[in-house]
């Protein structure tokens, strides 16, 4: 009998795992590398070329489901994201501002688009592929620009006026 108890609980603790831990990090580690792929294959594409409106299409797609794991990730996801050392606001935020290449409302250089993209392996830990002195880079860039988004939103905050209603 307790043979049996024991095989039902350890049979109950891997389905346990599987679906509370190993589907939702599988489910990440898939879209990771569908927004690797997608970036690749469009971060470079101009708004003349006639595959322009797929590329936004993919590029943002990819960026809706990045940042909605972002959002609403298991605790199985976050401790896997914290491991790994993923950034997945940084990588929605990379793949939101490669999609504005190939809309062409504004004018985005080829290398932007490149350090963009190269901003997103880095998010991703995917940047083995990348130079040293190139990943410290971006780093340095993105920390620059989230304290000057830090300093700016404070000083909003600190010089807003103050309500002057009465009663």
Known sequence: MQEVVTGVGAAAAAWLALYF????VAALQQQRIAALQTAERYYAVNPAEPDSAEAVKALFEAGVAVRTYDRAWSTAT???CWACGYDLDLASQCLFGLSEGPRGEMEIPLEARRNTLNALYVALAADKHLSRETVVAIKDMVAQ???AYRNKASAEVTSAP???ETT
């Open 21 to 24: 831990v190993g589907k939702p």
């Open 78 to 80: 976050r401790l896997w």
């Open 145 to 147: 620009t989230k304290a």
């Open 162 to 164: 103050a309500s002057t």
